[in-house]
């Protein structure tokens, strides 16, 4: 983290972290796709991420903790980003699949209850529901 990091209001530093969560996922398997950076570029513009913190996250995104967000439907918004992330190369590698039970966990997911999540999930995204349809099955898979 850099020291004008320390001037981001709380928000920014949650999307800075949330961006560094999605490229963790996209590096898993070392690799960046073309379809991964597609994805990276869209929600680094939805986070207002410049292109001088995209590339510090990009080559330092083991750096940046898990940012938990208190709210609960933020939490599926942010596993509903990481799902499209572990998918954005036509692929769900077992690589990706490891990295987002670790984030969910980090999320604030149960323990017991983070593969079940995690493999909803995925199936979500391959079937392309949009964030309302996903946010519904997950607290179905998740009942708390």
Known sequence: MGLSDYNLSGQQKRNIAHFASIVKLALADEVITKAEEKLLKRVAKRFHI???????????????????????????????????????????????????????????????????????AIHLILNNNDLEDFTKAIKQVNKI
Do not use: H
């Open 50 to 120: 410049l292109e001088d913190k995209y590339n510090e996250i990009i080559e330092n995104s083991k750096t940046y903790p898990i940012e938990t967000p208190q709210n609960y439907n933020e939490r599926i918004e942010y596993l509903y980003d990481l799902s499209k992330m572990v998918y954005a190369d036509g692929t769900a590698s077992e690589e990706e699949a490891k990295v987002l039970r670790k984030i969910c966990v980090g999320l604030g997911f149960p323990i017991d209850n983070v593969e079940k999540v995690c493999d909803e």
